[in-house]
Nanobody, 114 residues
Framework: EVQLQAYGGGLVQPGGSLRLSCVASGFTFENIDMIWVRQAPGKGPECVSAINGGGITALYADSVKGRFTTSRDNARKTLHLQMDNLKPEDTALYYC???????WGQGTQVTVSS
């Protein structure tokens, strides 16, 4: 089945870390550029990162640059987002998606709160 499944969200204290994962199935994952998008309540979606199919080039939104790192393991068809030094402003529902937005995961909630 063609799908993306995101995992790893949760509740974390400010300054803490989380690692999100997204497992792909049903398509040629290694040929597809992937993104992470987040949406906080009352706010529009924000694309926080993008990574090319080979995993060599990654781009980040200014809001997360230096704190988040995206990577992928094409052999396992898995995309990751390592989030360090989390801030309350990072609280959002995080989605993995193909770069054009044609395929989305179900989203995983990240809550940063003391």
């Amino acid at each position: 089945e063609v799908q993306l499944q995101a995992y790893g969200g949760g509740l974390v204290q400010p300054g803490g870390s989380l690692r999100l994962s997204c497992v792909a199935s049903g398509f040629t994952f290694e040929n597809i550029d992937m993104i992470w998008v987040r949406q906080a309540p009352g706010k529009g979606p924000e694309c926080v990162s993008a990574i090319n199919g080979g995993g060599i080039t990654a781009l980040y939104a200014d809001s997360v640059k230096g704190r988040f790192t995206t990577s992928r393991d094409n052999a396992r068809k898995t995309l990751h987002l390592q989030m360090d030094n989390l801030k309350p402003e990072d609280t959002a529902l995080y989605y993995c998606a193909t770069i054009g937005g044609s395929l989305w995961g179900q989203g995983t909630q990240v809550t940063v709160s003391s």
